[in-house]
């Protein structure tokens, strides 16, 4: 097999390890209950309860993430993350495969420019 479609296999399986991805950006919310009396109402609001923040058809949604819930919603966030990472690569990849980008024109990491 050629290196490309070598990488690109590879590249294709760590995409597919991420498939628990969860796309957003967690929110800290804290509020004031409005009860009469209580700390809130003096500024120590109440909290903080978390969100998951996303955008769908140009409207914000916020879905609320139990804390019990917190690390694996920030597990899901990072293979996100990890996926987007690999989504790039891949279109490196492909744009070298289309014959688009020689491989002499890819920066090392590290390299400045
Ligand atoms: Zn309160």
Known sequence: MKRLEREKAKLLREIQGC???????LVALYRK???K???CERGQKHGPAY?????????????????????EVKRAMEAFS????????LS???LEAMGLRRRRDVRKKGSTG
Request: charged share 20%; aromatic share 8%; proline share 2%.
């Open 82 to 89: 990890r996926y987007w990472e690999l989504g790039v690569r």
């Open 92 to 94: 490196r990849l492909n």
């Open 37 to 39: 009396g209580c700390h």
């Open 33 to 35: 209950c409005g009860k």
């Open 51 to 71: 969100c998951l923040s996303f955008k769908e058809g140009g409207v914000t949604q916020m879905v609320y993430i139990p804390v019990s819930r917190l690390k």
């Open 19 to 25: 498939s628990g991805m969860l796309q957003g950006s």
